[in-house]
T-cell receptor, first 116, second 110 residues
Framework: DAGVIQSPRHEVTEMGQEVTLRCKPISGHDYLFWYRQTMMRGLELLIYFNNNVPIDDSGMPEDRFSAKMPNASFSTLKIQPSEPRDSAVYFC??????????????FGNGTRLTVT | LAKTTQPISMDSYEGQEVNITCSHNNIATNDYITWYQQFPSQGPRFIIQGYKTKVTNEVASLFIPADRKSSTLSLPRVSLSDTAVYYCLVGDTGRRALTFGSGTRLQVQP
């Protein structure tokens, strides 16, 4: 089991550019989550999917953010256009079931995004 | 959303037992209590989960009193490598179960 794989590990871009973050969940996991972590706001849930369908995107900051899951093994989080305040570590996680019981979140190592 | 309250930080020394308490006064009947550990530059990692009484695994113990309004994560004989942020989550399904609080930053000294 390779765990949740995120790419790239680091991304530096200029304000106004499009940024795409990628995630490969653990095989067989039905749920995929995108989180953002900053010193000021901690870990925030942005959006999560069940069987490739977005279930709750109420945490997505604004229309500049979009997430897709075209198949069970791949998801993207896109920011267009990026702004300096988007600088953060973005984590992807997956879980087997939607219930907390016996279905913990498995996190990737994150993508550190810096927007200058 | 379920709200949890934890100490912001704790200090300990190698070999000591560390107890981190989380308050969750509005826990619901179906809610489970889950603890995660996060090292710098890594995503959170599941430690332990429980519903009531006591749960123990190879890493930690979780104590939950009868009213379930709080829980205590116990780390026996900590080492320097236990220095991390520890998060308590309460819930069963949906966004409520997926919300991380501020966590407790544990610093273990030699």
């Amino acid at each position: 089991d390779a765990g949740v794989i995120q790419s790239p590990r680091h991304e530096v871009t200029e304000m106004g550019q499009e940024v795409t973050l990628r995630c490969k969940p653990i095989s067989g996991h039905d749920y995929l989550f995108w989180y953002r972590q900053t010193m000021m706001r901690g870990l925030e849930l942005l959006i999560y999917f069940n069987n490739n369908v977005p279930i709750d995107d109420s945490g997505m900051p604004e229309d500049r953010f979009s997430a897709k899951m075209p198949n069970a093994s791949f998801s993207t989080l896109k920011i267009q256009p990026s702004e300096p305040r988007d600088s953060a570590v973005y984590f992807c996680a997956s879980s087997l079931y939607g219930r907390t019981h016996n279905s913990p979140l498995h996190f990737g190592n994150g993508t550190r995004l810096t927007v200058t | 959303l379920a709200k949890t309250t934890q100490p912001i930080s704790m200090d300990s020394y190698e070999g000591q037992e560390v107890n981190i308490t989380c308050s969750h006064n509005n826990i619901a009947t179906n809610d489970y209590i889950t603890w995660y550990q996060q090292f710098p530059s890594q995503g959170p990692r599941f430690i332990i989960q429980g519903y009531k009484t006591k749960v123990t695994n190879e890493v930690a113990s979780l104590f939950i009193p009868a009213d379930r309004k709080s829980s205590t994560l116990s780390l026996p004989r900590v080492s320097l490598s236990d220095t991390a942020v520890y998060y308590c989550l309460v819930g069963d399904t949906g966004r409520r179960a997926l919300t991380f609080g501020s966590g407790t930053r544990l610093q273990v000294q030699p």
